[in-house]
Structures are given as structure tokens and as C-alpha cells.
């Protein structure tokens, strides 16, 4: 498949650790990058590069992938990391681009 | 840092023409690549193509037809046209940065998004 799928939604206890995945058969080729958007706001990259963090993003944020799954680890999950996550690669020709579906993420 | 801010219209009349524009400050549209990303109310995210830094465009398969992405590198901008538009075309479209390395790529900077209603 040329999708990438994600759990539509996942919750969390403040505090805990939470693995939000992305399957994908593109994802054996090509890294996944991940996003935060809150409502309203424009997505925020917080893991690019595999595991790779941009400048102000918390630590506690970290990525990893096995074959064709990419996944998004918050260690330590805060209130304010409530939000849809959203990963993106590219397709398997490696010209075009394309998001997963999202996970909406609570923290309980 | 690199900023982005999209611009035009909010309404646009079915099988009419959206028209929108990104200024680029802090950063050179000759350099990497520019993209146009859309959010329908409520749903995901779809990447709609893209002008690299030598003017070279790609286009998400589905909306090809009805896209183009130019850029006008005078005024350090770059624009989305999409004809023949439709109530699914109803989005907040967004601009970003993608930064292509090897096997990896991101958007790392992004507009603000802004709305466009298709409608009567």
C-alpha cells in the first residue's frame, strides 16, 4: 500500500510514556518525519531525520522505525503535548509526499 | 528563521480559479524547495506539490491536472493556482519549506494557513 496508517486516536496519563506508530510500505526506504498541530495552529515538526529534533522541541520527544513502521515516543507525557500527530514520507517512487492520517492524542 | 505567509482571497466560486500566494522572509525561495500543503475542515493533511529552488515543480498525482506552483524570485514569493475548484477543495492551505536530504525530508517552516471557502 502506498498510505501511510495511523491509530486515529490514543490517550495517555500524565506522566507516562506513549508510542504513537506509522505503517507504511514507503517507510522501508524513506525516513518519516512527524508532526504537532494543535488546534487551530499550523503542524509543528517535531521529529525529522528518523529520531532528529528540531531546536526548541523537548527532549522528551524521540522516533524510531523498524521496517515498514515509523513511531513517535513521548517520554513523560505533559498537558500541553495534547494534540493530532501526524507522520510524512514520501511514496515509493520517491517523487510525491504524503501525510498519515493522524493521531489524536489525550493526556488524561 | 525562516517565515512564511500565505495571502488572497477567502471565497471562491465553484469551477472558478483559487489564486493564493507565500512570501518568504528570513530565507531564499532559490534555495530548497517550496510546497503548498491543504487541510479540509477537520481531516488531514495533503501535500500538493512542490517548486524546488531551480523552478522545477512536482505535483501531488490526483490534483495535477487542476495545479500549478510558480514563484516570482524578485519578490522572494511563491504561488498555488487551482482551477476548476469544488466544495472538497474547501481547505486552510498552508506553505512550507521541505528540506530533501538523501532519504530523509521535512517540512521544517510553515505559514499560518489560511482558508479558502468554496462556495456560491
Known amino acids: 500500500s502506498s498510505d501511510l496508517t495511523q491509530d486515529p486516536a490514543v490517550s495517555v496519563a500524565l506522566g507516562q510514556t506513549v508510542r504513537i506508530t506509522c505503517q507504511g510500505d514507503s517507510l522501508r526506504s524513506y525516513y518519516a518525519s512527524w508532526y504537532q498541530q494543535k488546534p487551530g495552529q499550523a503542524p509543528l515538526l517535531v521529529i525529522y531525520?528518523?529520531?532528529s529534533r528540531p531546536s526548541g522541541i523537548p527532549d522528551r520527544f524521540s522516533g524510531s522505525s523498524s521496517g515498514n513502521t515509523a513511531s513517535l515516543t513521548i517520554t513523560g507525557a505533559q498537558a500541553e503535548d495534547e494534540a493530532d500527530y501526524y507522520c510524512n514520507s514520501r511514496y515509493n517512487n520517491g517523487n510525491h509526499w504524503l501525510f498519515g492520517g493522524g493521531t489524536k492524542l489525550t493526556v488524561l | 528563521q525562516v517565515q512564511l505567509q500565505e495571502s488572497g482571497p477567502g471565497l471562491v466560486k465553484p469551477s472558478e480559479t483559487l489564486s493564493l500566494t507565500c512570501t518568504v522572509s528570513?530565507?531564499?525561495?532559490?534555495?530548497?524547495?517550496w510546497s503548498w500543503i491543504r487541510q479540509p475542515p477537520g481531516k488531514g493533511l495533503e501535500w500538493i506539490g512542490y517548486?524546488?529552488?531551480?523552478?522545477?515543480?512536482n505535483y501531488h498525482p490526483s490534483l495535477k491536472s487542476r495545479v500549478t506552483i510558480s514563484e516570482d524570485t524578485s519578490k522572494n514569493q511563491f504561488s498555488l493556482t487551482l482551477t476548476s475548484v469544488t466544495a472538497a477543495d474547501t481547505a486552510v492551505y498552508f506553505c512550507?519549506?521541505?528540506?530533501?536530504?538523501?532519504?530523509?525530508?521535512?517540512?521544517?517552516?510553515w505559514g499560518q494557513g489560511t482558508l479558502v471557502t468554496v462556495s456560491s
Open positions: 512550507a519549506r521541505l528540506t530533501i536530504v538523501g532519504p530523509t525530508s521535512d517540512f521544517d517552516f
Open positions: 517548486i524546488s529552488y531551480s523552478g522545477r515543480t
Open positions: 528570513g530565507g531564499s525561495i532559490t534555495s530548497d524547495y
Open positions: 531525520d528518523k529520531n
